[in-house]
């Protein structure tokens, strides 16, 4: 009914994740490896360790080929199709990503993720961008680090994390996000979070944040108020559902 069907075979390698390429690609284009080489990355103290540049370029492939922990990036690993398109000699694990990112702490971490937004958010053309911020609850199951009992309306009594999200709605991006325990309420510790979500954007300016009630407390409207976006003064309105920022045209 359907025809013969067409069975051939091939000595050739052959992989599903050929389409990292143009992936590749891209990260050469904004110069990813001079980037990763500006920043101060933890190094390896084992003359057999890999580079620090290599694992984290490994790591973000990983996760483009579907990898949701770290474990499945043996998956990766284990193509050797996708070695020869990196011209790589060997391909790491998720023990030496573990024992690498064990290296990290929080001031790390602060310094490298702020520079690498900062990095991308130079590529935009336009300033006057929007922000959306917002919290959101991820149920938790078994001991992940961090998280408590709190509001969770999905599984009540279960551990959770209660994070903070800042989207930026103009080109559909993340602009920052804070992970914190499952019984953090929603205004908890925000204004270090705005204030450290301005530092990644830098140089972009931002025009508009929008936020629901939940943000809605006079020591961030105060903070929002006094702040000069290019000298330029914020305006805020109240409504019951959400609180709307923005800077006068």
Same mark, same amino acid.
């Given at each position: ?7 051939? +075979? ?8 050929? @389409? ?7 990260? $050469?284009?904004? =110069?990813? =490896?001079d ?8 190094q390896q ?6 580079d ?9 492939i ?11 990036? #043996?998956?990766?690993r ?24 064990d290296?990290f =702490? ?8 702020? $520079? ?9 053309? &336009? ?5 959306d911020v ?10 992940? #680090? ?11 009594? $279960?551990?959770?994390?209660?994070p903070?999200?800042?989207?930026i709605?103009d080109? *559909?991006?993340i602009?920052? &996000?804070?992970? *914190? ?30 936020? =629901?009630? @939940?943000?809605f #407390? ?8 006094? $702040? ?9 309105? +109240? ?10 045209p």
């Amino acid at each position: 009914m359907f025809g013969e069907i067409k069975i051939e +075979f091939t000595d050739k390698e052959i992989t599903p994740h050929a @389409g990292i390429i143009l992936m590749l690609e891209m990260l $050469r284009k904004i =110069d990813f =490896d001079d980037i990763l080489s500006s920043l101060c990355l933890p190094q390896q103290m084992s003359n057999r360790g890999y580079d620090p540049k290599q694992l984290i370029l490994f790591f973000i492939i990983g996760i483009w080929c579907g990898a949701s922990r770290l474990e499945h990036l #043996e998956v990766t690993r284990m193509d050797g199709t996708l070695k020869d398109i990196l011209q790589w000699d060997k391909m790491p694990g998720n023990r030496s990503l573990k024992r690498y990112f064990d290296k990290f =702490d929080q001031p790390t971490n602060q310094m490298v993720f702020e $520079r690498l937004y900062q990095r991308f958010f130079e590529w935009i053309t &336009f300033d006057n961008i929007t922000l959306d911020v917002d919290s959101t609850v991820l149920t938790r199951y078994g001991e992940q #680090e961090g998280s408590a009992k709190g509001y969770n309306p999905r599984k009540p009594g $279960r551990a959770s994390h209660h994070p903070l999200l800042a989207f930026i709605p103009d080109i *559909r991006m993340i602009g920052n &996000f804070w992970l *914190r325990p499952g019984n953090a309420r929603s205004a908890n510790n925000f204004l270090n979070f705005l204030k450290d979500t301005m530092r990644k954007l830098s140089p972009r300016k931002v025009g508009l944040i929008r936020g =629901d009630s @939940g943000f809605f #407390e006079k020591e961030i409207l105060d903070y929002l108020e006094i $702040r000069e976006m290019d000298k330029v003064p914020i305006t805020t309105s +109240f409504q019951p559902s959400s609180i709307l920022l923005s800077r006068e045209p």
